[in-house]
């Protein structure tokens, strides 16, 4: 998918619309949008041969967002974050097409290994969330708040806890209905 192509999706994430025509006042008023667009800006000029100006634009997201999203994490489009702060992404992240992730969540690894965790398509993690290491959270899992992942979570899981523990496994309708109902 393209650059404009994922800047569309993540629009139509933070509003219900993916028209570009709009992008200019979806920007200035819609911190879960900017937050992302110029994580996309950034990352986008980082692989390009304007490596200073995406690392420019980086520090002024973590400035103005507190969202510290690394350069090198893989982040696929729709990508919502309703309440852009105080969020931690690592460079080895994985985050699969249309992600949902509330403030205050972090995603790295742990120091005795090298392997940041990847999050499958269409997955939920609320506030306060810590997932480390080596692990996987499958397509539509939801994390619930506060709880701390370390070992896989199924597609469709539900957990919480610290330490995490999967209490369910919903239902493709189930998940669905929990990732329509995550979304503005």
């Not at 393209?2 to 933070?14: E, I, N, P, R």
Request: aromatic share 6%; net charge positive; glycine share 10%.
């Amino acid at each position: 998918m393209g650059f404009w192509q994922t800047v569309k999706a993540d629009m139509k994430a933070a509003t219900g619309h993916s028209r570009l025509g709009r992008l200019p006042t979806v920007f200035l008023f819609n911190p879960p949008f900017a937050a992302v667009f110029l994580h996309r800006v950034a990352a986008h000029l980082y692989r390009s041969r304007l490596r200073r100006l995406g690392i420019a634009i980086w520090g002024w997201n973590v400035t103005r967002t507190s969202c510290h999203i690394n350069l090198e994490a893989e982040i696929g489009a729709g990508l919502l974050l309703p309440h852009p702060a105080a969020i931690v992404i690592g460079s080895g992240v994985r985050i699969g097409t249309n992600v949902t992730i509330y403030q205050s969540v972090t995603l790295g690894r742990v120091a005795s290994s090298p392997i940041y965790p990847a999050v499958e398509d269409g997955a939920v993690l609320y506030t306060g969330a810590v997932v480390i290491g080596p692990v996987t959270i499958g397509r539509s899992a939801t994390i619930g708040a506060s709880s701390v992942v370390i070992k896989d979570v199924p597609d469709g899981g539900v957990v919480v806890g610290n330490p995490g523990r999967v209490i369910r496994i919903a239902t493709p309708t189930d998940a669905l209905t929990a990732q329509a109902a995550a979304r503005p």
